[in-house]
């Protein structure tokens, strides 16, 4: 896939802005707080619906602006495609796609894939399980809206089920009664979700260990730990299962007054040499580990959809030493790339964009 223009208006630090983007390498440029972040999240924006770090939408409309538009126009291996995302008063979005408006934002996992590195990524191997399950979450949903929606209701039943074993740790005996029902419904929900995350990280854990050995000549392990045992789904009926291990816990998660298992407990972990790298791994291996994980998912992404995703790539090569900057900047030849630095260093660029105070220069 390949973006051939992003237009922005009041987003963010710009104003009315226009970019053109080659295929391969982009090399956003500028000083810090210029506005080359803001064109990433504009990318994401119109591939996913969200901003990978606003918590509201409105905090992407220029400050003393009533709203936003971000425009993207694309292509993939058929033909062009056009995105425009408004963002209007009181956090409410219009989508377009090729101008016919559409009112579900599930929709566009289907047009732009992207796969974003930022800063913010760093966290995954040592930040809380949270981060790890929002990795196997976004990259499994911006394949499948159906995980997503899947992932909703799970999440929905889950509060109601913890809002009766609150009630029920202080003896409400019909609330513990009514519990039987939403474990039913976690269950089936629960066991496809715990399918899906188990595949996608059996289809990511090779890449990423091969990847991993060619940068850090060492091995890289990642294992899907999921909150009842991964044995559970090879049962002849895994919903089943699932819901017998609920029972069994009903008691104590009663006695605890919330719900101690399931796929909101799951977690993914990471062995170096067979040591886990969220007790013992460096800056510089936490780091490699996340490039690793990220361009697995790119591959990943390539197998499903028959074509590589666009990389958005914020400010990464600044913290990698110069023999993982090369390798990077190898693996990533054949793809678009943006990537976002504060200096002009990487001569491998297709087109340089320099940005200062949310206007941007095409250079030679
Ligand atoms: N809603 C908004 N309206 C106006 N300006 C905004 C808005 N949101 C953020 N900004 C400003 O946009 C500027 C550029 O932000 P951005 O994160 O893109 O910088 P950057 O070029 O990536 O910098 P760095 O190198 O530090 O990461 C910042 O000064 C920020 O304060
Ligand atoms: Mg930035």
Not at 31 to 51: F, I
Not at 115 to 142: W, Y
Not at 191 to 209: L, Y
Request: hydrophobic share 35%; net charge positive; aromatic share 8%.
């Amino acid at each position: 896939m390949e973006v051939k223009r992003l237009t922005l208006k009041n987003f963010r630090n710009y104003g009315e802005e226009t970019v053109e983007l080659a295929p391969r390498t982009n090399l956003i440029y500028g000083d810090n707080a210029q506005g080359k972040t803001n064109l990433l999240e504009a990318v994401h924006l119109a591939a996913t619906g969200r901003s990978h770090r606003a918590k509201t939408d409105s905090q992407m409309v220029r400050f003393g602006e009533e709203y936003a538009r971000v425009s993207v126009e694309f292509a993939d291996r058929h033909r062009d495609y056009k995105i425009v995302i408004g963002i209007l008063p009181a956090n409410r979005k219009s989508v377009k796609i090729n101008d016919v408006p559409i009112n579900k934002l599930s929709v566009l996992v289907n047009y732009l894939n992207v796969v974003m590195f930022s800063p913010e990524d760093l966290e995954l191997v040592k930040g809380s399980p949270k981060m790890r399950r929002q990795f196997m979450d976004t990259s499994i949903s911006s394949l499948s809206p159906r995980y997503m929606s899947e992932l909703v209701s799970y999440h929905k039943v889950l509060a109601q089920k913890n809002n009766l074993l609150k009630k029920a740790k202080f003896g409400d005996k019909k609330a513990a009664d009514n519990i039987d029902v939403w474990n039913i419904q976690l269950a089936s929900a629960g066991a496809r979700i715990m399918k899906e995350r188990k595949s996608f990280i059996d289809g990511i854990k090779k890449w990423a260990k091969d990847v991993h050995r060619e940068i850090a000549e060492s091995e890289l392990e990642i294992v899907y730990s999921p909150s009842f045992e991964i044995e559970l789904l090879d049962t002849p009926n895994p919903e089943l299962s699932f819901l017998q291990r609920l029972e069994e816990v009903k008691q104590r998660e009663i006695e605890y007054g919330s719900a101690l298992y399931g796929i909101q407990r799951d977690e993914i972990r990471f062995f170096i040499d067979g040591n886990e790298a969220k007790l013992f791994a460096s800056q510089g291996q936490q780091r490699t580990i996340v490039l690793c994980m990220k361009l697995a998912l790119t591959e990943y992404i390539k197998t499903r959809r028959d074509e590589y995703p666009v990389l958005l790539f914020d400010d990464i090569m600044s913290e990698l030493d110069e023999k993982h900057r090369s390798y990077l900047a190898d693996k990533i030849r054949d793809k678009q790339v943006l990537l976002t630095c504060t200096d002009r260093e990487e001569s491998r660029a297709a087109r340089v964009i320099k940005v200062t105070d949310g206007k941007t220069v095409k250079e030679e």
